[in-house]
């Protein structure tokens, strides 16, 4: 992904975080949980990510701009989880700027060298972060991008 400062910085600015993605982890994906008018499915992704068979990601929940999102109620599952309490980022958009906006918005959150997308509208197996995981250790340093279908 390109990060043009000069043209994002004013979002960035403006954009509302809590929490925050320690380094200190080490793992080599960052799992970008997008919310678009999402309250009713944000729980049950959260129990979903709780019970990845892997455990070895960052956690960064962006809600473009919906009118649902509730900042607090989201930090609150959060630290409430025994899971993501020290590795996750909640971040929201000052506007929408669209599924693909948000991720380049958010890009400079990311200190993994790998990204993972989770849709709040989609079910996901136990085993989802863990063959993502299997398959990026299997790439090799040029290898840019890697998708499996679950």
Known sequence: MI?????????????KTVGHLSGGFGSKTTVVLGLFEGKQY??????????????DFYLLIVDNCSSDFDLDYTQDLMIDSPIFKDRFQIVRNP????????????????????????????????????????????????????????
């Open 3 to 15: 990060n043009h400062p000069n043209n994002l910085d004013w979002l960035r600015r403006d954009r």
């Open 42 to 55: 944000l729980q049950a992704r959260i129990k979903e990510l709780e019970a990845q068979t892997s455990q």
């Open 95 to 150: 506007v929408n700027v669209g599924g693909h906006g948000s991720l380049q918005l958010n890009v400079d959150l990311i200190k993994t060298p790998w990204i993972t997308t989770v849709h709040q509208d989609d079910q996901y197996l136990p085993s989802h972060i863990a063959t993502h995981l299997q398959e990026i250790n299997k790439c090799s340093d040029e290898t840019i991008s890697m998708s499996t279908d679950l």
